[in-house]
T-cell receptor, first 115, second 111 residues
Framework: DTEVTQTPKHLVMGMTNKKSLKCEQH?????MYWYKQKAKKPPELMFV???????INESVPSRFSPECPNSSLLNLHLHALQPEDSALYLC??????????????FGPGTRLTVT | RKEVEQDPGPFNVPEGATVAFNCTYS??????FFWYRQDCRKEPKLLMS???SGNEDGRFTAQLNRASQYISLLIRDSKLSDSATYLC????????????FGTGTRLLVSP
């Protein structure tokens, strides 16, 4: 079964708060991703980790800080966010082999509201 | 030109109808193509990968035309549960772990 889990499901935070989003997969995938999705828009890639190393940062503001503690876990640390950062944050994972592309499987997301 | 273009719809069809969605992509070097479905306020779920030879999974058929840079999804015998947004997804470049999403086509199947 393909499963990516994310916690929390919902998060409300103030602009001065620090919080973290968590993602976990047990499919043995070696690539993990963070996406941001606003209402009625497609997901936008934020970060890609391949073999626990950051391989893509799509010019994301530094108030978003990713971390990949091991091959199954991916975190997104949040600090000093703005109201416009309110969105659905999706984690995904996929197999990885240099030169190839694989399907990505998404977690259910964390719905973030910044007040 | 957008990297991946889709008709946003909505497509309103009765149960049992056949409906087709189209998608065009701009990067001729793209090699991997997918259709995802996304229900309201849920995550995208992989529907099917799209292969050069075309592929079928039950009521769903996907086709790829590399010469025209065009992908299609055909849904036969539509069910109420098929109501969702269908996202056309293309990889940015061979081996580059970035997917580019179309804006999605909304399908509404009515009784």
């Amino acid at each position: 079964d393909t499963e990516v889990t994310q916690t929390p499901k919902h998060l409300v935070m103030g602009m001065t708060n620090k919080k973290s989003l968590k993602c976990e997969q047990h499919m043995g995938h070696r690539a993990m991703y963070w996406y941001k999705q606003k209402a009625k828009k497609p997901p936008e890639l934020m970060f890609v980790y391949s073999y626990e190393k950051l391989s893509i940062n799509e010019s994301v503001p530094s108030r978003f800080s990713p971390e990949c503690p091991n091959s199954s876990l991916l975190n997104l640390h949040l600090h000093a966010l703005q109201p416009e950062d309110s969105a659905l944050y999706l984690c995904a994972s996929s197999q990885f082999r240099a030169g190839d592309n694989y399907e990505q499987y998404f977690g259910p997301g964390t719905r973030l509201t910044v007040t | 030109r957008k990297e991946v273009e889709q008709d946003p719809g909505p497509f309103n069809v009765p149960e049992g109808a056949t409906v087709a969605f189209n998608c065009t992509y701009s990067n001729s070097a793209s090699q991997s193509f997918f259709w995802y479905r996304q229900d309201c306020r849920k995550e995208p779920k992989l529907l099917m990968s799209v292969y050069s030879s075309g592929n079928e999974d039950g009521r769903f058929t996907a086709q790829l035309n590399r010469a025209s840079q065009y992908i299609s999804l055909l849904i036969r015998d539509s069910k109420l549960s098929d109501s969702a947004t269908y996202l056309c997804v293309v990889n940015k470049a061979p081996g580059f772990q970035k997917l580019v999403f179309g804006t999605g086509t909304r399908l509404l199947v009515s009784p």
